[in-house]
């Protein structure tokens, strides 16, 4: 199935037509109550919309759009724990694990719920221990470093997490993540720690990637300096699906948390993959974070279609994707801890979105998921806003928005929120020639040099974003923000019938290293590969110290 023949998407290429010439500026002069009519809440967190391309038209016919793909049904179908990752026959139930209104929910005839709740009390168990010296070191002292090892799902998400929620943090805690196998990574973690008081979270849903078992391997290995292999047990836990390999690699499975298939790498971290935020933030906190995704699964799963955040804002996307022809999408947080919020996202969304094949098998020949990228806003107002106020591509941007900061001792936060409003408005409205020049002429430019400045300060403007905007950001707070994207992608997912929850993408590269490393070695017979990568094996050998 294709969504190009479905007739809602067809009037959607008629109305992008209609609608190509008609600009926000001019939306905005005609309907005074423009930003009330794109506005959407779900408890705190509120979405302005209006700065879009967008007219009361474009968002039925969008809405149609969803409709006619059945979204509603998708919708019931992932939350009732149906096998929709159809490539590896799962169910996909992150929101199980963030599921406070403990009803049961069926995998298999069985409800996961049991299980779900039994490795929460687990991982508040061992919080409680680690918090108050319960759980010491082996010589006796208090754990207070928590390195985490543990790459992609395993890292991103709890890392971006802890960073985001630093306000919250346990006294005597301080959490680090370890996840690239070049060995800079883990030793430079490792030079600032005292194996005495270090704990070790292995993080692995299938405890068979590379990188983590090379960390993990290296920190037992450092660890052992000063320890003996018995004191392992106080040092390493691990989470994983695993507990076969978890046993192989030396760590009591009395030690391991459990998380389970229909857990999605990327959509982990609300399972015991989310134990280092857990130990930084403590578990009552965790609860907090995992009750924010459950009322955005909430409003998800119940809100009509065109009043539901996660719709709107996948159905902007697949507007400006597939119909304005935009490659990428930013996501600018005007808030320093959440620096890694776009990390996240950008796992989360082109490990789930950036498919070639559709559910039934067959090539596509639409876009699907864009590249997501951006950092904190006001930095990258001074790097690369040129481009999405000037340039030639048409750059949708999300600006996430705090209003109250975390730390008012600095209180720079009216000029931080300015500057995010401030982008917004530039980009919807743009500036035309004749204000250029009637700036330039207030100057005191006239003549030859006035028109040769003017259309360098031209802004052509009509540039969409989105404005998400919250009093502060809480663990509630960010745990709405993660289960919105998550639910954006199963969106954007759904319309372009793309499996969003498996990734055969990154297989290939994976198999091709193993393959390479023993041919590193110098003397090493090379298997057959396209000359430029024997070639360059061969100078790695000749350059290797
Ligand atoms: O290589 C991609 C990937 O499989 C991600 O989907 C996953 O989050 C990451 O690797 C880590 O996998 P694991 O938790 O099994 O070590």
């Known amino acids: 199935m294709t969504p190009l023949n479905i007739p809602e998407w067809q009037s959607l290429v008629r109305h992008y037509s209609d609608l190509k010439y008609v600009s926000m500026r001019e939306q905005f002069a005609l309907d005074s109550d423009r930003a009330q009519n794109f506005l959407v809440k779900s408890g705190d967190l509120l979405l ?79 919080c409680q221990q680690v918090h108050n010296g319960e759980w010491l070191g082996y010589t006796g002292k208090r754990i207070t470093n928590i390195v985490n090892i543990g790459i992609g799902g395993s890292d991103l998400g709890p890392a971006m997490i802890c960073d985001g929620l630093e306000a919250y943090g346990v006294e ?3 959490v680090h993540f370890v996840s690239n196998v070049d060995g800079a990574d883990l030793s430079t973690t490792l030079e600032k720690l005292n194996q005495e008081t270090t704990l070790f979270v292995v993080a692995s849903k299938t405890f068979t990637t590379q990188e983590t078992l090379t960390n993990a391997q290296s920190a037992r290995a450092w660890f052992l300096k000063t320890a003996k292999q018995a004191d392992v047990a106080k040092h390493f836990v691990a989470v994983s699906t695993n507990a076969k390999a978890v ?25 015991a993959i989310g134990l280092p935020i857990a130990l930084y933030i403590g578990m009552d906190n965790f609860e907090r974070m ?59 969304d082109m490990e789930s979105n950036g498919k070639v094949t559709n559910r039934e098998g067959q090539r596509i020949s639409y876009k699907t998921g864009p590249i997501i990228w951006g950092t904190p806003g006001t930095n990258g ?89 919250f009093p502060q950001l809480t663990p509630e707070m960010l745990g709405q923000l993660v289960a919105l994207y998550e639910h954006k992608v199963f969106v954007q997912g759904v319309i372009w019938n793309i499996n969003s929850f498996d990734q055969w993408g990154v297989e290939l590269g994976k198999q091709l290293a193993k393959a390479i490393v023993p041919e590193l070695k110098d003397g090493a017979e090379i298997s057959p590969h396209d000359s430029s990568t024997t070639n360059l094996i061969n100078l790695i050998r000749t350059l290797r110290k």
């Open 48 to 126: 302005d919309y209006s700065k879009n391309r967008i007219t009361k038209e474009t968002m039925e016919k969008l809405v149609a759009l969803a409709q006619s793909v059945n979204m509603n049904d998708w919708v019931e179908r992932m939350f009732s724990g149906e096998a929709i990752n159809n490539t590896e026959g799962r169910a996909v139930l992150h929101t199980a694990l963030r599921n406070r209104s403990n009803t049961p929910v069926m995998v298999d005839g069985k409800d996961v719920m049991p299980a779900v709740n039994a490795v929460l009390t687990q991982m508040k168990n061992f």
């Open 172 to 174: 005597g805690i301080s």
């Open 247 to 271: 046993a192989e690699f030396g760590i009591d499975t009395e030690n391991m948390f459990e998380i389970w298939d229909w857990v999605g790498g990327r959509y982990s971290l609300w399972s």
């Open 290 to 348: 995992l009750a924010g995704g459950h009322e955005m699964d909430l409003h998800f799963r119940n809100q009509p279609l065109a009043e539901n955040m996660p719709v709107i804002m996948g159905l902007l996307g697949v507007w400006y994707i597939n119909f304005h022809g935009a490659q990428t999408q930013a996501i600018v947080p005007y808030d320093h801890s959440l620096a890694r919020f776009p990390n996240h996202m950008q796992q989360l």
């Open 381 to 469: 107002q001074h790097a690369y806003f040129q481009l999405i106020h000037q340039g030639t591509q048409l750059v949708p941007v999300d600006f996430v928005l705090p209003v109250n900061s975390h730390y008012p001792e600095c209180d720079h936060q009216s000029i931080l929120l300015a500057n995010g409003l401030a982008q917004s408005e530039a980009l919807m409205k743009g500036k035309n020639a004749e204000e250029v020049r009637a700036e330039l002429m207030a100057e005191g430019y006239e003549g030859k040099a006035l028109e040769a400045l003017l259309p360098h300060k031209v802004f052509p403007g009509n540039r969409p974003s989105n404005t998400l905007l």
